[in-house]
């Protein structure tokens, strides 16, 4: 660690040399700042800056080091700033304006004090059929406005130019043609890398001081934070074997969490369904439609996933006359001899398990006079039949019929046949294949080795149904709870915002009796009003918010997920939970509302209404505010603003951090007030280049955990993310428990948080650590953290090793009182690079002055039983 201080120190001073601080004596009282935009990377690198004491020699602070970008638009070719304008106004702020792109007339303005942090964006529509290009900013002294002005090229070569004003940068006038913009006051400077275009501004050192820390900071951060175990050979290279002793501190214990440690459940990578959903049959609804990928994939149609077996007949897609009005298309069949299939192939093939029955059901609909029968075959993908079933009689309007089918013979990949036997036409819809052995039995059930894994993290609380699923990609595609409830063929499908199709099968209903099933809270997440800030849909994507005139029906749609949960069998929604077959309630207390929103204006005002009226009306649930993708920036800082004015009782915080980060943030939550909100982290995970999930990543993700264990009085709640993966479906990396048809494979990481849940506590015990090496390396890549559960009586210490030589460990149990010879051992370790490492467990006998040597790259946990 010292060789890297000393490299950067010394960085620093020679970047500042070149910089021409060096000719200086003293700081000067006041220098130039030009600010501007590379158009390297699309336009996406967002504000730069560079200094100059005579405005002829000029030094790039980075270079190119990004103050704020543009969060205009979705992921990809979006997020652009496009020929930044910086202006410094009477009210003692820095304002800054932009384009977004060659197309929007959108001008996005942004405030900052000190040019460092950056307030909320906003992206005023100025033109509504034009663009909005080189918009530059000034105040009108005489009637105290601030006055707009921009190019727009019409969708072609001639220019014309716009003004508009305003007084708070929320209300602009119609937009005034002008001869030419009057006060553009853009620069080009040449800079080491080449000419820029933007603009220039005298400013006091102390503002050139401030930007040149931030940079530093943040270069000094990141190098820190890079750190892998790739490096331990040069970092700890006459490292020795650590000696620990850890005293135990039970007079100062702590209250702390019995929620801790949950799950969330997000529809991404194939998650729900062809995942969890047990669901055999893709595009059961015949409602897979090309908007699902956006036309990405021409093959993605209601025809997706069937096919017709035998050329005595024709299979078609009609919505004339369907079987309910959100399940519009069904297929025709249209049978000249008897033989002819309808065929399924299934999520990647139908899997079959020799002895296993497995459940039919469909819709049909005969409109002759003479009835026709079925018969449904499980075929292997080398035509050997496994299976089959006849359904008789079918006649007249639609209606559901079912049937079983017993399997002789494993199969991967199976497909479904559906054979008229007489010549006619007849109608199907949703057609449906289930084992009957789902997790706990359950009709319209979940993947039972699935749904068990999860299980097995004894998760105190489950999160669903996203992530930016919940708020959609734009508001037409949010997810809206009531249309995932009621008989399947009656459940509105929809896009999934990660480009496929979701069926609802996997709806509210079923969440919250998975949540009863595996013991879990259930914590529904509701947008706030607002789509996804990636969202690219809806004009200018994150822009919008539901109208206004809406928001009262909206905010009673949440209410009455409320009363879906909790009412009484008497109540509108109540009854319905009831008509699911779930008379009790469901005893809901946690509702999160908003997921990694964009901190904006519009968001405030609906999250607002909609928090103000769920506090009003159930004082008994508590609610998760957002602040943002991060841990830190404008959404994180603007989102804990609305939640400290507010008083929310807990914010949901997300982050996705290198190992390094995780090492050298163990007291990122130490410093929280506790007065102000609890804290639920409700998506993190230790990331690497490429993504792996290996045993590097497990123990910075047990290190943080410690951390969260000693903070569990202001940390209620934790999650990691993303849950589920299907291989060759997999959008997001790493993930916690890949899965194919046939296999579960959890993750090393997925075992790390099986420990915590399996051997958590709810009161803290503080340690005294002394180690025999105080390098500060050293000290932050050993962690431990010591719990009692008070349900059981254990005493728990959990002890992870991130060290490349192993650590000899002296915990004195005299503290704990009466402890058992009889102890628990549970260790994960090995090879950082490791993908397949699993816990082994072994019982072991222990004194009060217990002493062990724990491996490098290791993470342990001792359970001791305390005897009354």
């Known amino acids: 660690m010292k060789k890297y201080l000393i490299l950067l120190i010394a960085s620093t001073l020679l970047s500042l040399t070149r910089a021409g601080a060096a000719e200086m004596t003293k700081e000067p009282d006041s220098a130039y700042i030009f600010a501007y935009a590379s158009l390297k990377n699309g336009g996406r690198n967002g504000l730069h800056f560079a200094w100059s004491i005579d405005r002829k020699k000029w030094h790039a602070i980075g270079p190119e080091y990004s103050y704020v970008r543009c969060d205009y638009g979705t992921w990809g070719a979006q997020k652009r700033m496009l020929t930044p304008f910086l202006f410094y106004g009477p009210d003692s702020l820095w304002h800054a304006v932009w384009s977004v792109n060659e197309t929007d007339g959108v001008v996005v303005h942004v405030t900052s004090k000190d040019l460092v942090y950056w307030r909320r964006q906003s992206y005023p529509i100025l033109m509504q059929k034009e663009n909005c290009l080189l918009p530059a900013l000034s105040f009108d002294k005489e ?65 050139i001081k401030g930007l040149l820390q931030a940079q530093q900071q943040a270069a000094y951060e990141q190098e820190l934070w890079s750190e892998k175990t790739a490096e331990d050979g040069i970092r700890f290279a006459s490292l020795k074997p650590v000696d620990v002793e850890v005293q135990i501190d039970v007079e100062n214990k702590k209250k702390i969490s019995d929620l801790l440690m949950g799950v969330f459940f997000e529809d991404i990578n194939y998650a729900a369904d062809g995942g969890l959903y047990a669901e055999l049959v893709q595009n059961r609804d015949f409602e897979y439609r090309l908007s699902d990928k956006k036309g990405s994939d021409t093959s993605w149609h209601s025809y997706k996933a069937w096919s017709l077996k035998g050329e005595e007949g024709t299979f078609k897609i009609d919505s004339v006359n369907p079987l309910h009005p959100n399940n519009v298309h069904y297929a025709i069949l249209n049978i000249e001899k008897a033989g002819t299939a309808l065929v399924n192939a299934g999520f990647d093939g139908i899997p079959l398990k020799a002895g296993e029955r497995y459940n039919v059901s469909l819709f049909a609909r005969n409109p002759q006079e003479k009835a026709i029968a079925l018969l449904i075959r499980l075929i292997d993908e080398h035509g050997k039949l496994l299976g089959e079933a006849r359904i008789r009689a079918i006649k007249g309007n639609w209606r559901k019929y079912e049937a079983a089918i017993s399997v002789k013979a494993d199969a991967a990949k199976a497909s479904l046949e559906i054979i008229p036997q007489e010549a006619g036409e007849i109608a199907l819809d949703m057609i449906s294949l289930f084992p009957e052995k789902t997790f ?34 734009g508001l037409g595609n949010m997810y809206r709870w009531q249309n995932t409830i009621g008989p399947l063929e009656a459940r509105v499908p929809q896009r999934n915002l990660w480009n496929y199709h979701q069926t609802a099968g996997l709806g509210y209903f079923e969440y919250f009796q998975f949540c009863e099933d595996i013991g879990a809270e259930p914590v529904p997440v509701v947008p706030a009003g607002v789509p996804c800030q990636n969202s690219s849909t809806g004009g200018a994507g ?13 905010i009673q749609e949440v209410l009455d997920l409320i009363e879906y949960a909790n009412g009484d069998t008497h109540t509108v929604w109540g009854k319905k939970r009831a008509e699911a077959g779930h008379p009790k309630p469901f005893n809901l207390k946690y509702i999160g509302i908003g997921n990694e929103d964009l901190i904006s204006d519009i968001f405030e005002e609906r999250f607002t209404m909609i928090f103000n009226r769920v506090r009003e009306k159930h004082p008994e649930i508590t609610v998760i505010g957002t602040v943002g993708p991060s841990f830190e920036g404008t959404d994180y800082t603007e989102g804990w603003l609305i939640a400290n004015k507010l008083q929310v009782p807990m914010v949901d915080e997300h982050y996705y951090q290198s190992p390094g980060w995780f090492i050298h943030n163990q007291a990122y939550y130490d410093k929280y007030d506790r007065s102000k909100a609890k804290v639920y982290l409700g998506e993190y995970a230790a990331h690497l280049p490429g993504r792996p999930s290996n045993l590097e990543t497990a123990l910075a993700e047990a290190i943080h955990l410690t951390s969260l264990e000693r903070n569990g009085d202001v940390v209620s709640m934790a999650s990691y993310a993303p849950l589920l993966a299907k291989e060759d479906h997999t959008q997001w990396k790493p993930d916690l428990i890949y899965f194919n048809n046939t296999e579960v494979k959890p993750t090393v990481g997925y075992f790390v948080q099986q420990i915590y849940g399996q051997h958590a506590g709810d009161i803290y015990l503080p340690t005294q650590v002394r180690l025999s090496n105080t390098e500060e390396a050293v000290k932050k890549r050993l962690a431990i953290s010591v719990v009692r559960d008070t349900k059981s009586g254990d005493a728990i210490v959990k002890i ?31 090879n950082p690079e490791d993908e397949a490492l699993r816990p082994k467990s072994t019982p072991i006998a222990v004194t009060k002055n217990f002493k062990d040597e724990l491996p490098a790259y290791s993470f342990t946990v001792l359970r001791f039983k305390i005897v009354e």
């Open 542 to 554: 994150q822009q919008g918010g539901v109208p206004m005139a809406e928001m009262e029906a909206y």
């Open 440 to 473: 706990k039995g359950r009709k319209n059930g979940l993947r039972a080795d699935l749904a068990q894994t999860i299980a097995d993290l004894h998760p105190r609380f489950v999160r669903f149904p996203g992530g930016c699923v919940a708020h959609g990609d």
């Open 800 to 830: 992870v090793n991130l060290l490349p030589v192993s650590t000899r460990v002296a915990l004195n149990l005299e503290p704990l009182g009466n402890i058992s010879t009889d102890a628990l051992k549970i260790s994960l370790a090995g």
């Open 143 to 207: 009637h105290g406005k601030f006055i707009v002005e921009w190019k727009s090229t019409n969708g072609g070569a001639d220019a014309t130019y716009y003004r508009s004003s305003t007084l708070d940068f929320k209300n602009y006038t119609p937009p005034e043609p002008v001869a030419k913009a009057t006060f553009d006051n853009r620069h080009t400077i040449r800079l080491e890398n080449g000419e820029e275009n933007g603009t220039v501004h005298k400013v006091s050192w102390n503002v």
